[in-house]
Structure formats: C-alpha cells, structure tokens
C-alpha cells in the first residue's frame, strides 16, 4: 500500500509566535520555551529559566507577556497541566502524586488545587474520565488547557486554515498487531522511529461512546498485502497531515477536521474507519509528530 506525503500543517502555537521575530530573539525564546518542556520535574521557575537563556528576567517577563499572551509564569504552569493531565488519562497505574512530582508541582495536593483551578476537576475525576468518558468530553478538557489569544485558543484559530482533501483510496490493510497499545505515545515508547509503520483504524459508529467501549485496531501497514489481516474499505476519505506537539493539538485538529466535513456538506460513513497513521516522528523530549488523519466520507 503507497501513501501520499505531503507537507504537514504545523499546528504548534509557539512556532507560529516565534515566526516573526528577529532571529537573536528567536534563539532565545526557542532555548527558554525547551527548558520549559524538557525537565519539568526539576521545578525551574521562570526567572531561572530567563537567566539560563541569557535573558534577564526583567525583559524575558515583559516580551514574553506581550508575545505570548501570558506571562512566563501562567504559561509554566499550563504546560506543566498539560502534562499532568496526559499523565493522569494514559498512565492508569501512575500514582499521582508521581505525577506531581514528574510534572513539577511540589506535592499531589499542589497538583490537585491546580487542577481544581483550572479544570474545577480532581484527579481521580480526571482519571475516571479517561475510561468513562467520551473523546469529545476530554477534548473539551484539553481545550481548556489551549494556548490563550484575545477571542479563542490559537490552537483553535490556527486550526482554522487546517488544509484538508478529499482523497479516493482503493481498498488497503495491515497486519494486526493485538498487544500494541491504542495509546500513541506508549506506541511512541515501544516503536520508536518504526512508529511510522503502525497505523489506527477506529470505527467510526463508536467515536461518541465511552473510552472503554472503543476498539481502535493498531497494525502495521508496511507489509505486503499477503500479510494483511485486517482489511480497510476503498472509498473516499476527508484527509489532512498536521505536524503537532501536544494532545490539545491533536484534539483541536481531529475536532477541526470533523467540523470541515459538515461545513462541506460531506457525510460520515459510519461503517468505515477513522484512519491515523505517523507519518514522521521527532524522537526528542520536545519533539513533535505528524499525523495524517483519514475519515471515510459518503460524497
């Protein structure tokens, strides 16, 4: 089976904050922005960070403010909530106040009052939903935790020119792979590089129901068609390739795709596959991975 490779959308807020910017100040944003990500558990507040980048903290807090639409501190504090949340949903047996501690806060109840905060959930709400819930409902929650702008996240209005196409394809497949992870990060952990071999297939009649009552099928889809044991159907797919770096990212951009389809005036096959496969990965603390997202339409 041959895939298309086209060039991702890059839905990363920071990247596209940074665009702009001389490229000294580029430089230093960008080492600033990585201590921000890369060692969370160490407790670097942001001060320390400024000065590690070689910018004084003075100025780091006021052109940070004014680039970012946060100050340094409201922005540490997001991204250490966004981990802690990932933590929470895909790590069952994570205790939480390693959690905590892995994320930067001081102790579980610190973790939990900043939650409490933000999401107005505990932890133990958080970490029911991951298997109760719904995708949409802890979309909703991610999106709480999206990159502030004046009138929306700048995930969401970034995901606003999400270039997508409708693409014919013949009937595909792959080899199952039934003790692969349906979480992409653990598949992230276990493959490496070679992640761009698996692909997900989840039917598209359960995307509206509990985590715990959706089946996505992970299988490698760089075999020959002799090997195929699970079988997708030809048809016309609504398709897009994004370059993203965070779970809000990757809500904000199937949730986008979804709402260009109705926009279209496509319907969802609803005996068909949602289609994920890595197309790159950054096998980095900071790196990001590019998704291509397939959903089956009826034109």
């Known amino acids: 089976m041959s895939e298309k490779n086209p060039t991702p959308f890059v839905l990363v807020p920071e990247y596209a904050l940074l665009a702009p910017l001389p490229e000294h100040l580029q430089t230093r944003f960008a080492t600033a922005l990585k201590l921000m990500h890369q060692d969370l558990a160490s407790g670097l507040c942001w001060e320390q960070i400024a000065t590690q ?77 991951g298997v109760s ?55 992230f952990d276990t493959f490496g590089e070679k992640s761009t071999r698996i692909m997900g297939m989840t039917p598209v009649n359960q995307l509206e129901n509990s985590w715990k009552d959706i089946q996505t099928y992970m299988g490698d889809w760089q075999v ?14 609504f398709c897009c390739d994004v370059y993203l770096v965070s779970d809000t990212a990757y809500a904000v951009a199937l949730e986008q795709l979804f709402k260009l389809i109705e926009t279209e005036g496509y319907q969802l096959d609803d005996s068909g596959y949602l289609v994920e496969i890595v197309r790159d990965i950054e096998m980095t603390d900071t790196g990001g991975v590019t998704f291509s997202f397939q959903v089956p339409v009826i034109v």
């Open 224 to 237: 020959t068609s002799s090997e195929y044991t699970k079988l997708l159907a030809e048809g016309h797919y």
């Open 133 to 187: 819930g719904t995708p949409r409902q802890t979309s909703e929650l991610m999106t709480k935790l999206a990159h502030p702008s004046e009138t929306e996240s700048l995930e969401n209005k970034l995901a606003q020119n999400l270039p997508c196409e409708l693409v014919w394809y013949p009937q595909r497949g792959m080899k199952l792979l039934p003790n692969t992870s349906q979480d992409w990060d653990i598949v």
């Open 53 to 129: 980048s070689a910018i004084s903290p003075f100025h780091f807090h006021r052109q940070f403010s004014e680039l970012f639409n946060e100050t340094p501190g409201q922005y540490l504090s997001r991204v250490r909530l966004q981990y802690a949340v990932h933590y929470i949903f895909a790590e069952q047996d994570y205790k939480i106040i390693d959690i905590a501690h892995e994320c930067g806060f001081s102790s579980s109840q610190a973790l939990g009052k900043a939650l409490k905060k933000a999401l107005g959930l505990t932890a133990k709400e958080i970490r029911a939903m």
